[in-house]
């Protein structure tokens, strides 16, 4: 046996038996145990990024997921416990996450990179199964098969291999990866795999290897390699430009777009249920996982915009215009934002809830979405002109020998050219002593400024008032 084919049979091999002996969650209770794999497969994910936290992941059934209410007690392809939809996903399962050089070493994965290693929809504490039967009137809809290609019925009557696409409803896999300092992610998804031909009987799984739109990846030479991403709104300003003179404020948001690494399938359904909510079919392709909402947040403490927000505050803002998607996956938006206020940008993976009602019938169809898969950027504080935008913070006027050294900094500078600084006195009153160039500017990061300031300027004031061309000032005592 050549090397690389005798690899793959034992990889595989450890999949399946490190999955076996756990197997009595809610497919069926042991009696449907559909396989993820991925390591067995030589696919992979990147290693994570420099100063990135612990790595903890979670799969669920795209459409059916539901991560805030994870128990273990979902049952079969609905995910229902007590009348409670806590959806079809991981549940309270640890996802095995391996590191892939150090557990296979036989085997040429890159230094750091990650793959999914003994995880099974039969696995103990997972919600759910993916296994659906979303149409009732169907015969055998519950057929214990990922979206067989049959006539399932006339299978049954002793009549294999009648081309049928009917029972195709078993919607597809999502992945979400994420570290423990918020800043990165990985996505994936994949449908079942594809049945050779009418006559394919077998189970059914999931093969995160078939990722088709990744990175190339050495070992197989297949384009399955799974990357990391910035959370979207992390890392460069999300608010791109502002006007400062208006009343509420119109700003330019922007952001890097998600891209979802999948297998781009495609798998024609002609389910009624399924072609009633909208879809063609059971594929990654045929199913729009990405949706961005972009919430506000009222400033309490000027002073203070960020680390003052109420935590339960955060509400939905429409935009004026967008988000539009430019061919480089660069994502803008027109807000009108109140004064006094904080941005962020949430997003959301996995199908849009076409419902609020979960009921076992509306949840069966698919249409109760997915539910807690997702990440939201940190705030991004535009409003008034006190509330961030070129604030001096910080400042200290120390006096030395022939001036006063006068430093400070600030948070955000969005619309900011520069700031001047005033000696104030009793006699002369507001003079005008020194002028600063912005260093941010217009990028939404913050800046460190220090200026000396001539002792032969200052004509024996006291205090100093450093204020930027936003309006924004505040007074120092010269210590």
């Not at 416990?81 to 085997?107: M, R, T, Y």
């Not at 009921?359 to 961030?388: E, F, K, N």
């Not at 930027?468 to 120092?476: M, N």
């Amino acid at each position: 046996m050549r090397r690389g084919i005798k690899a793959l049979v034992v990889l595989a091999a450890v999949a399946v038996t490190l999955v076996g002996p756990q197997l009595f969650a809610f497919c069926d209770t042991g009696r449907e145990t559909y396989a993820i794999f991925h390591c067995a497969n030589r696919g992979y994910y990147d290693a994570p990024p420099a100063g990135s936290g612990p790595v903890s992941g979670i799969f669920w059934n795209i459409g059916f997921g539901n991560r805030d209410l994870n128990t273990s007690g979902g049952l079969d392809g609905t995910g229902f416990n007590a009348k409670a939809f806590n959806g079809n996903d991981s549940g309270l399962f640890e996802v095995n996450i391996l590191d892939a050089p150090a557990f296979f070493p036989s085997e040429n994965f890159p230094p750091g990179s990650l793959c999914l290693g003994s995880n099974n929809w039969g696995n103990s504490g997972v919600d759910g199964c993916c296994d659906h039967a979303r149409d009732t009137l169907l015969a055998f809809s519950d057929d214990d098969l990922l979206n067989p290609t049959f006539d399932v019925q006339a299978n049954q009557n002793g009549y294999p291999g009648v081309p049928d696409s009917r029972w195709i409803q078993d919607a597809p896999l999502g992945v979400l990866l994420t570290e423990g300092t918020g800043h990165y992610f990985a996505l994936a998804a994949v449908a079942s795999v594809p049945r050779f031909d009418a006559f394919d009987v077998r189970q059914g799984h999931f093969n995160l290897a078939e990722v088709s739109n990744g990175g190339p990846n050495p070992m197989t030479a297949a384009n399955n390699v799974i990357g990391w991403q910035r959370v979207p709104g992390d890392g460069s300003p999300l608010v791109r430009a502002v006007d400062p003179n208006s009343t509420p404020r119109q700003a330019l948001l922007g952001w890097t777009g998600v891209k979802v690494y999948s297998d781009q399938s495609t798998r024609p359904s002609t389910n009624a249920a399924v072609n009633a909510i909208g879809l063609t079919g059971m594929g990654t392709a045929e199913h729009s996982l990405i949706r961005y909402v972009i919430e506000m947040n009222g400033i309490d403490d000027p002073n203070n915009p960020v680390g003052g927000l109420d935590p339960n505050g955060w509400s939905a803002l429409t935009p004026a215009s967008g988000p539009t998607v430019d061919p480089n996956n660069d994502v803008t938006a027109q807000v009108e934002i109140p004064l006094d206020t904080c941005v962020r940008l949430r997003t959301y993976f996995g199908v849009a809830p076409q419902t609020s009602s979960h009921s076992t019938t509306t949840c069966r169809q698919g249409i109760c979405g997915d539910l807690g898969y997702g990440v939201v950027s940190p705030p991004s504080c535009i409003g008034g002109a006190l509330a961030a935008d070129g604030v001096p913070r910080n400042a200290q006027a120390v006096r030395g020998k022939g001036g006063v050294d006068l430093s400070f900094d600030t948070s955000t500078e969005l619309s900011v050219t520069g700031f001047k600084v005033y000696a104030l006195t009793p006699s002369s009153g507001r003079q005008e002593v020194a002028t600063l160039s912005c260093k941010a500017c217009t990028t939404g990061d913050g800046a460190e400024y220090t200026v000396r300031i001539p002792m032969g300027q200052l004509k024996g004031a006291r205090d100093l008032e450093i204020e930027a061309s936003t309006g924004a000032s505040a007074k120092v005592a010269i210590k």
